[in-house]
């Protein structure tokens, strides 16, 4: 037997909490826990960004004023706090604006009529909307104008038709035309959808109150003149309360609690139909429904699916993609009432995101789940210290990809952005606070659990993007009471390495790599070992790749 052995490591696979701890070790670049990293499609696990603030809610004075609903909107963001809508955008002194889309003092906002920025004369009387605690669902398609246009449906109120044009500031500096009317569901007016979509050109709507089996459609053709009351088309009515409503291909997928539905040719009275899709499965919360990679995703009872279309046309494939993190998804689906849910996909990182909170949480208990859409399927992790309660991620004039999350105390931040958390102080000011990050491998028995080892030495490599100290606990035998454990080690890393017209000055160190790896030698001895690697500081992001050990086995006991 040789003096010593390599062992080595390449973190893939993401979060496992579903596999055994034997059968875990056919993958050893698998987690038993992923907390505030992301899997990077390109291989390794990702310390994730933090959040920057970006406003709050005006009148904060009591942070009371949670943020319901948001929507990256025209080269800005819609948010809902308290049934009241606001755009909200950066001038051009690059202070953040919140103008109240409902109330004409101040002269910009308006309703039912075209307001431009230079002339201020087009207001009309002030919409009145009821204040409610409902998630708010944003509805955005294009419709051939610039920018598109944002259907607001809350439950509570009428669904509120918003259009933007043009850029700059509400002044005679911009270019900005504004217009928002209200809409009527149906011929009497009193109908109140907390859900809908926007298929090919009608608007389709459901979730109301009155009639929660019920969806409600507009007439085609003509643009959004024809979602008013004269040109009311029709309705269907399922068999199960609306959860949520989405255009996929050429159907309406009807989500329910315990079924699901496609509407094809809608608005065809000769061929229109509802076709079940399944009547075994339905989703838990609209706010979780997203579309991914030409798939949808939504939460179920029994973790996250996928409705994905086939080479046949008109057919659709039920599956599950989140059997890996099946216990995080089961505490979540048993009291998913008592959770606030929020989701996006951020299309930079092929990833999907889903947050879910309660009020009586704080913001560093609150959690979240990550899926990052791999060559392998999907591939997760976790957060904690997020609570998004809205959340929202587009491209904006310049074709970038920008991302907002609100929280419960009225502030919204620049979601994925900077290096830490924040929460409010006893004096309630928001301060900068740590990402906590712990990757933690299985119980390696390195081949052999019968045979005690010796461990002397790991490298780490490790991807930085500015300088970082992270470090690593090593776990003898389970963690086993009668085994000492070794202190924790520390690894200082450099700046990543500065490639000619990429570098940032003061940030990229020039003369070296872009990965490091580095050495630590290591103590203690056991049958089996596992590895924790781990951050508490506001630090630059790093992407760990993977480790190598050194280690030595004993004779067999």
Request: aromatic fraction near 10%.
């Amino acid at each position: 037997m040789p003096s010593t052995q390599p062992f080595s490591v390449s973190c893939k696979g993401g979060l496992n909490t579903n596999l055994n701890e034997f059968e875990i070790l056919s993958n050893p670049g698998l987690a038993t826990k992923l907390r505030n990293y992301e899997v990077d499609p390109d291989g390794g696990y990702r310390r994730i960004n933090g959040y920057v603030q970006y406003t709050q809610a005006p009148n904060n004075t009591n942070f009371d004023k949670p943020i319901r609903g948001l929507q990256v909107y025209a080269d800005g963001a819609l948010f809902v706090t308290e049934g009241e809508v606001y755009f909200s955008y950066v001038d051009a002194n690059e202070d953040v604006q919140n103008i109240h889309l409902q109330d004409t003092t101040g002269g910009e906002t308006y309703t039912g009529a075209e307001y431009t920025a230079e002339t201020h004369e087009s207001h009309q009387s002030e919409l009145e909307r009821t204040n409610n605690d409902n998630q708010v669902h944003f509805i955005a398609f294009e419709d051939n104008v610039e920018h598109g246009r944002v259907i607001v449906c809350d439950g509570a109120n009428l669904p509120l038709l918003i259009t933007i044009t043009g850029l700059g500031d509400f002044d005679s500096s911009g270019t900005r035309t504004v217009n928002i009317k209200e809409i009527d569901v149906d011929a009497n007016g009193n109908l109140f959808p907390s859900v809908g979509t926007f298929h090919k050109t009608r608007a389709v709507l459901g979730g109301v109150a009155q009639n929660p089996n019920t969806l409600y459609y507009s007439s085609s053709g003509g643009g959004v003149d024809n979602i008013t009351p004269t040109h009311y088309d029709g309705d269907i009515t399922l068999d199960e309360k609306i959860v949520g409503l989405t255009s996929f291909r050429d159907d309406v997928i009807v989500f329910c609690r315990n079924s699901i539905f496609k509407v094809i040719n809608l608005g065809d009275p000769a061929n229109e139909a509802v076709v079940p899709i399944t009547k075994n499965v339905g989703c838990l919360s609209a706010g979780s429904i997203q579309e991914i990679g030409g798939d949808l995703l939504f939460l179920a009872p029994d973790g996250i699916r996928t409705i994905a279309g086939t080479a046949r046309i008109g057919d659709v494939e039920l599956s599950s993609v989140s059997r890996q993190v099946q216990a995080l998804i089961a505490v979540l689906a048993s009291e998913v009432d008592q959770y606030n849910i929020t989701s996006c996909v951020i299309r930079s990182k092929s990833q999907y995101r889903l947050f879910y909170s309660k009020d009586s949480e704080s913001t560093l208990d609150s959690n979240g789940i990550l899926g990052t859409l791999t060559a392998n399927g999907f591939e997760w992790s976790e957060t904690r210290g997020i609570k998004a309660y809205a959340l929202s991620s587009d491209f904006n004039n310049k074709g970038i990809e920008i991302k907002y999350h609100g929280d419960d105390k009225g502030f919204i931040y620049f979601h994925d952005k900077g290096k830490f958390f924040h929460q409010l102080d006893e004096n309630n000011n928001l301060q900068e606070s740590n990402i906590n990050a712990v990757y933690e491998t299985p119980n390696f028995d390195f081949g052999d659990l019968g045979t005690p080892k010796t461990l002397e030495y790991v490298r780490l490599s490790i991807t930085p993007e500015a300088a970082a100290t992270v470090k690593m606990n090593v776990v003898l035998n389970s963690n086993d009471i009668n085994t000492p454990q070794p202190g924790t080690f520390e690894f200082p890393t450099t700046a990543k390495g500065g490639v000619y017209g990429v570098a940032v000055f003061d940030i990229s160190l020039f003369g070296t790599g872009d990965s490091e790896i580095m050495k630590a030698f290591l103590q203690g001895s056991g049958y089996t070992a596992s590895f924790q690697i781990l951050t508490e500081n506001q630090d630059t992001p790093y992407t760990i790749n993977g480790f190598y050990i050194n280690y030595a086995p004993s004779t067999r006991r």
